[in-house]
């Protein structure tokens, strides 16, 4: 029984240590924050673009993958 009440206290102690860790490296500075990102739009695309500059990888010259000969 004297078990169960020492596990109690570690448990409790882990917890404890656990929520002062966290306020200290700052996971509850900016609780808003990214659940607003999520929202905002952003007006430049996420994918590459290709730039007309850009020398053509492939042997034969054509400019899509999918061009024929």
């Known amino acids: 029984m004297g078990f169960l009440?020492?596990?109690s206290g570690v448990?409790?102690?882990l917890i404890v240590m656990g929520v002062l860790w966290s306020i200290r490296s700052g996971?509850?500075?900016d609780l808003e924050g990214p659940a607003e990102?999520?929202?905002m739009d952003d007006d430049d695309p996420l994918l590459?673009?290709?730039h007309s500059?850009?020398?053509d990888p492939s042997p034969n010259g054509n400019t899509s993958?999918?061009?024929h000969k």
Do not use: S
Request: no cysteine; proline share 10%.
């Open 11 to 13: 448990f409790v102690l």
């Open 37 to 39: 990102r999520i929202l």
């Open 53 to 55: 500059g850009r020398k």
């Open 48 to 50: 590459p673009t290709r």
């Open 27 to 29: 996971q509850f500075d």
């Open 5 to 7: 009440f020492l596990l």
């Open 65 to 67: 993958p999918n061009a």
